[in-house]
C-alpha cells in the first residue's frame, strides 16, 4: 500500500501551519530509515550468534556492521562453511544503501512539495516555480 503524501489533507494542513514542520517530517523520516537500517545490523549480528558462526555479541555486532556496511576490514573472519552468510549480508546492505537514499529523496521532495503547495494541487514531482 503506497500513501500519496500530496493526498492526505490532514498532513498537509499539519505542515501548513508552521514551517519548520517540514524539517521535523524529513528529521523523523531519516531517524526511521536508520532505524530501519541499525534493525537490519542487528538481525543480521542474531543470525551469526543464532548459527553459531561467531560468539559473542560485541563482536557478531561489529562484525555485522562492517559486512553490512561493505567495510570489511578482515580482522574478524568467519569459518569457511559460514563466509556464503557475509556475502549475502554485504549484497543485502548494498542494495539497502541504495533504498535508504531513495526513500530519503522521496521524503524530501513530498515535504518541499507540501511547503510549496500545501493544498496538493501540484502532481507528482512538480517542483515550486
Known amino acids: ?10 498532513l498537509s494542513a499539519w505542515c501548513s501551519t508552521h514551517r519548520g514542520r517540514h524539517l521535523l517530517v524529513i528529521a523523523l523520516g531519516a ?22 558462526a561467531i ?7 561489529y562484525f555485522s556492521g562492517i559486512t553490512f556496511t561493505t567495510v570489511g576490514y578482515g580482522d574478524v573472519l568467519l569459518m569457511k562453511c559460514w563466509r556464503l552468510l557475509s556475502v549475502g549480508e554485504a549484497i ?9 537514499t531513495a526513500q530519503l529523496i522521496f521524503i524530501v521532495q513530498r515535504a518541499m512539495t507540501l511547503q510549496f503547495h500545501p493544498d496538493g ?9
Request: charged share 10%; no cysteine; aromatic share 10%.
Open 92 to 100: 543485502n546492505g548494498v542494495l539497502m544503501a541504495g533504498w535508504s
Open 31 to 52: 531517524l526511521m530509515t536508520a532505524a530501519t537500517l541499525l534493525l537490519d545490523i542487528v538481525l543480521w549480528a542474531w543470525a551469526y550468534r543464532h548459527v553459531g
Open 55 to 61: 560468539h559473542g555479541l560485541e563482536e557478531s555486532l
Open 121 to 129: 494541487q501540484n502532481s507528482v514531482g512538480d517542483f515550486p516555480s
Open 1 to 10: 500500500m503506497q500513501v500519496d503524501w500530496n493526498q492526505s489533507g490532514r
